[in-house]
């Protein structure tokens, strides 16, 4: 039996179906079952997720040699997207002195990256640690440089407390 009056065929229009309250209750039936399938799926991602990880743990334990080529190859593309990441950043920091820091340290993450994904994989045993130690060093140095250039930078908020109201 249905809460509504309105009986099928007869005056059947939209209107009557959205304020028919039943309607409104088996939204909200849908939506509980519609959560309880989502929650299934999350929780089944994140089973899957961890046996991901036990699977990649393993095959590093196994062979670690194709992991640290595998790593290296992580790392080129990594330091190619923070590079290019960097240079944008050090164009949006053009009216403070000091921005084209940052935009070198881009362009050498930028290169340390291609070094690293045009000599792979023969780069994978001993160039992480070094090129590692360089971006940081760059990025480093480039921070310094833009902190000083802050603090030289004229102040653009008040120290005074604003004016009450009351």
């Not at 070198?104 to 045009?118: D, E, H, P, R, W």
Request: proline letters at 5%; glycine letters at 8%; charged letters at 10%.
């Amino acid at each position: 039996m249905s809460l509504c009056l309105v009986n099928k065929g007869i005056g059947d229009s939209i209107a009557d179906r959205k304020a028919c309250p039943s309607n409104f209750l088996g939204l909200l039936s849908r939506l509980r079952r519609s959560y309880r399938d989502w929650s299934r799926l999350i929780d089944g991602l994140h089973i899957a997720i961890a046996v991901l990880y036990v699977l990649a743990g393993i095959s590093i334990i196994s062979n670690p040699l194709l992991a640290s080529s595998f790593f290296t190859l992580v790392l080129a593309f990594s330091l190619i997207f923070a590079g290019i990441a960097r240079a944008l950043m050090a164009f949006q920091l053009r009216p403070v002195s000091g921005w084209y820091w940052p935009l070198l340290s881009g362009i050498a993450s930028v290169v340390l990256g291609g070094m690293i994904a045009t000599r792979w994989p023969a780069s994978s045993l001993f160039v992480i640690g070094l090129f590692v130690a360089l971006e940081l060093l760059f990025h480093g140095w480039s921070m310094i440089f833009i902190a000083l250039a802050a603090k030289n930078a004229p102040a653009t908020v008040s120290a005074e407390p604003a004016p009450s109201t009351a």
